[in-house]
Every structure is written in C-alpha cells, then in structure tokens.
C-alpha cells in the first residue's frame, strides 16, 4: 500500500514583500472575509497572478527561485529487469525531458525554480541516480551522502 502525502499552500501577495507562501498546516484561526469587506480591484488580481504564473512557470512545487537547469543521470536496473527506474522519473518528473540514453543509463534533464524542492526527490533515488549539473547541488548531496555514512559507520570495531 503507498500512501501519498499532500501539502497544502497558500500563496498570497503582501504589499511590502510581495508573492508569499505559507505552509496551511502552520496556520490557525483562518476566516473567510465577510462579504461586505474591501475587495481587490480585478485588474490589481489578474496582474498579480500573472507575475505568479511567470514566478512558478518552472516551479517543483511552489518555489519561486532562479531558473537552473538540472541534468541527472539514472541508471538502468539490468537488461533482463523491468525499468522501473525509467518509468517512474517519466511519471514523476513533471516537464523533464530524457536527452540521451544507451543501456545503462540515461540522462533527465528539467529547468526548476531553484533546486530546494527537487532535491528530495532526487535522493529519493539512492545510488540510482547521479546529479550531473548543476554543480553547486552536485557537491550539496555529495555533502548530504557523506554525512549520511557517518551516521551509519559502526560504533563499535567489532560491529
């Protein structure tokens, strides 16, 4: 059985900081405006989601980050296995393209609003994956694994 786990957001728009998100299981006490209470002009509404659109068009989620072209390469599970490794990126992968391919591996390539979001996905993937470019979250996971083994290095010579 899997289960999915959902989160809610709420993208907002405040004078002084502009486009906001919050976490909705963060919030408490929320109501809806009363009918009568100031309404926002239409034209103000519809300018604002559109500088969202523009803001998330590469978003994972809701990360509003600058651009970066993310390349990994999966690794096939063998000749004779299913290729459940494929199968997944293409189904999980949102806009993401497959550039090259032979029969160990293949490179996936995807443009995302920063990289935050996309990361646990891609560990998600273990030593199925490698993360080619950009440099700078190459270096982030090495990092990541290597504090992960430290973790799990025995205690104990004799372990």
């Known amino acids: 059985m899997f289960t999915t786990i959902k989160h809610w957001y709420l993208i907002a728009h405040q004078a002084r900081f502009g486009i906001k998100k919050f976490r909705i299981e963060g919030m408490t006490e929320i109501a809806e405006l009363p009918e009568n209470s100031r309404s926002v002009d239409e034209q103000f509404f519809q300018d604002k989601l559109d500088v969202l659109a523009r803001m998330t068009k ?4 809701i990360d509003t980050g600058r651009t970066v072209t993310v390349r990994i390469r999966f690794f096939n599970p063998g000749p004779s296995a299913p290729n459940f490794v494929k199968d997944r990126v293409l189904r999980q992968g949102q806009w993401g ?6 029969e ?3 490179i996936y390539e995807i443009k995302v609003n920063g990289t ?10 273990g030593s199925s994956c490698e993360v080619l470019e950009p440099p700078h979250l190459r270096r982030e996971l090495i990092e990541e694994w290597k504090e992960l083994r430290r973790c799990y290095e025995p205690l104990r010579e004799n372990i």
């Not at 590469?58 to 989620?61: A, D, I, V």
């Not at 935050?116 to 993937?125: C, L, N, T, V």
């Open 58 to 61: 590469h978003s994972w989620l």
């Open 97 to 102: 393209v497959v550039t090259e391919e032979d």
């Open 104 to 106: 160990d591996s293949f």
């Open 116 to 125: 935050m979001e996309i990361k646990p996905w891609i560990r998600s993937f």
